[in-house]
């Protein structure tokens, strides 16, 4: 089936740390990625949806200047966390899809520790 | 607000026994219905969908039914296997590739 990386799987830092997590589709191309968040026992919530050579579109409270989003390829989209703070630690999915009416396929998750 | 509502968070059943996981959704427009596996740590993995224009769709030992008029969906896993506990979520979306989920059912597989 379809795979989708992303990485890195973990990270630990301190609080004020810019933190990058890479999400590719390895065996196909991925006209639209999508980032999630999700609280423990809880979710998955969208944050935003990235599509190739454009802005990303965020959802409903989710700040774009904190979250920082590029999808550079149509392999490759990057989410960026900005002056990281407790609060956003969480667990980050990617996922990615090629057509519409075609599943989503997601990485296995970053999960994110603010110290 | 959610659109997507597993109201089932666990479900315990016995080996080689039926599982029925249930979903309910609010958006008459969702046209896509999508269920997927999740293992802890893991991303979650792809397992059957279905379009709106159908009312069931079989893959193996899973089925997913729709019904349409009562925006409801259900994923039947039978017989059930040890390797299948884990944590199950219904999907839905528009034509716009965006998923809503549900809060996920947690299925124990007992041997």
């Known amino acids: 089936g379809a795979v989708v990386s992303q990485h890195p799987s973990w990270v630990i830092c301190k609080s004020g740390t810019s933190v990058k997590i890479e999400c590719r589709s390895l065996?196909?191309?991925?006209?639209?990625m999508f980032w999630y968040r999700q609280f423990p026992k809880q979710s998955l919530m969208l944050m935003a949806t990235s599509n190739e050579g454009s802005k990303a579109t965020y959802e409903q409270g989710v700040e774009k200047d904190k979250f920082l989003i590029n999808h550079a390829s149509l392999t490759l989209s990057t989410l960026t966390v900005t002056s990281a703070h407790p609060e956003d630690s969480s667990f980050y999915i990617c996922?990615?899809?090629?057509?519409?009416?075609?599943?989503?396929?997601f990485g296995d998750g970053t999960r994110l520790s603010i110290l | 607000d959610q659109q997507v509502k597993q109201n089932s968070p666990s479900l315990s059943v016995q080996e080689g026994r039926i599982s029925i996981l249930n979903c309910d959704y609010t958006?008459?427009?969702?046209?896509?219905f999508l269920w997927y596996k999740k293992y802890p740590a893991e991303g979650p993995t792809f397992l059957i969908s279905i379009s709106s224009i159908k009312d069931k769709n079989e893959d193996g030992r899973f089925t997913v039914f729709l019904n349409k008029s009562a925006k409801h969906l259900s994923l039947h896993i039978v017989p059930s296997q040890p390797g299948d506990s884990a944590v199950y979520f219904c999907a839905a979306s528009l034509h716009d590739y965006k998923l809503s989920f549900g809060a996920g059912t947690t299925v124990t597989v007992r041997a």
């Open positions: 958006n008459s427009m969702f046209d896509y």
């Open positions: 996922s990615a899809v090629k057509n519409s009416n075609q599943p989503q396929h």
């Open positions: 065996d196909f191309q991925a006209t639209t």
